[in-house]
């Protein structure tokens, strides 16, 4: 029968750190900001906000907008690179703050993809007779606290956040909307490129890794930006090509947030019209695995898709990850 969404939802970290507020704290420029990235502002969580907060905001607004309750849920997956905790996992804190108790939870990471590779999961858990029948799949990021504040290389690209959507399996075949294809990929051999060195097994915590900033985000952004701009268009044609759909005939690209020329290099290499391609990183800046879902429920939101609508996602992140999803609304 195949799964569709029925609910989305977000949540936006009151506090905005502008970019002119950067300018105090780094060596940088508003001009050079807007210029090399596109971002204006971002969202920073507070101090006693850890994302099983943010997250359960954005899925009370899934609920509500599915006319779900919590109860009915039966599957929860969070993505993020920024867990409450090593563990328990933040889906099976989240459950206890939704009171979600008859869902089975997990969290999965695969970085800025996360939410895609969250998405394919419960796509093939909820298929056929599974008993897997609501399910509730979460984006939420607090990478302010993995951000180095005195690199500007880096601390000029993040923000807080998180999204969420419900599933459901379809329910007749006058149902169009859903999921109609996918594409994952993983390539380890650039795992340095972008990463966060200590903290975990290979290297624990110590005094000397933190002297030496360690526990933040460490990126070589060039090398990122390209792979990133081929590996998204290449997994959106290839699910495209495996719908048959032409590019023309999606209404939205929603693109991970990252980098405004990033996006725009992939929505040319892909013929589709800037009046196609989402975009609202000026607001939030990268939110990593929260991106694409804040996209997602700002366009459904604001009543800018129609039933029937092809929408397509796509993002890339740390490992690398990549995919691309394509979605009739
Ligand atoms: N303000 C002013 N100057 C800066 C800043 C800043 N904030 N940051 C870097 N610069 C300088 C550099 O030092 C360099 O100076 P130099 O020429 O004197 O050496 C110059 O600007 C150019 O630096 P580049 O790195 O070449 O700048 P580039 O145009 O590549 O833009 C950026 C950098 C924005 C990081 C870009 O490469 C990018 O967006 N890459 C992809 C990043 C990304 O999407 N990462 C995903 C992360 S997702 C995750 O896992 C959380």
Redesign the pocket.
């Known amino acids: 029968m195949g799964i569709k969404i029925t609910g989305t939802g977000s949540y936006a970290p009151e506090r905005i750190l502008t970019n002119a507020e ?1 300018e105090k704290m ?4 508003n001009d ?2 807007i210029s ?2 596109g971002i204006r502002e971002r969202r920073i969580a507070a101090p006693n906000e850890a994302c099983s907060d943010m997250a359960c905001k954005a899925a009370t607004n899934a609920l509500a907008m599915a006319g779900v309750a919590p109860k009915e849920i039966d599957l929860i997956i969070v993505a993020s ?1 920024t867990p409450d905790k090593h563990f328990p996992s933040t889906a099976a804190i989240l459950q206890s703050k939704l009171d979600a108790s008859n869902a089975t939870c997990f969290d999965l990471q695969a ?2 993809t996360g939410f895609l590779y969250s998405l394919e999961c419960a796509n093939a858990l909820m298929a056929n007779e599974s008993n897997y029948r609501k399910a509730l799949i979460i984006g939420v ?1 607090k ?1 302010s606290v ?1 951000t180095d504040w005195q690199d ?7 923000g807080d956040g998180a999204g969420a959507v419900v599933l459901e399996k379809r329910t007749g075949k006058k149902d169009i909307g859903g999921i109609l294809a996918s594409k994952l990929g993983t390539d380890g051999k650039y795992c340095d490129i ?1 990463q966060v060195e200590a903290g975990g097994s290979s290297m624990p915590a110590t005094h000397e890794t933190i002297d030496k900033r360690q526990h933040f ?1 460490r ?1 070589e ?2 090398e ?2 390209k792979l ?1 701009v081929n590996a998204m268009s290449k997994a959106c044609r290839d699910v495209l090509e495996s719908a048959s759909i032409r590019p023309e005939d999606v209404r939205w690209l929603i693109p ?1 947030q ?2 405004l ?2 996006i725009k290099a992939v929505g040319t290499k892909l013929g589709m019209r800037e009046e196609n391609v989402f975009v609202n990183l000026d607001k939030y800046g ?1 939110t ?1 695995a929260a991106s694409v879902v804040i996209a997602l429920d700002e366009i459904v939101r604001s009543s800018k898709v129609e039933r029937g609508d092809y929408l397509l996602l796509t993002a ?3 490992g690398l990850t990549w995919g691309a999803t394509l979605l009739r609304w």
């Open positions: 950067l780094v060596e940088t420029s050079w900001i090399r990235t690179v970085a800025c990021e990478l993995l500007r290389n880096t601390c000029v690209l993040f972008l985000i990126m952004g060039q990122v930006f990133a991970h990252a980098n020329r990033i990268n990593s890339f992140g740390s």
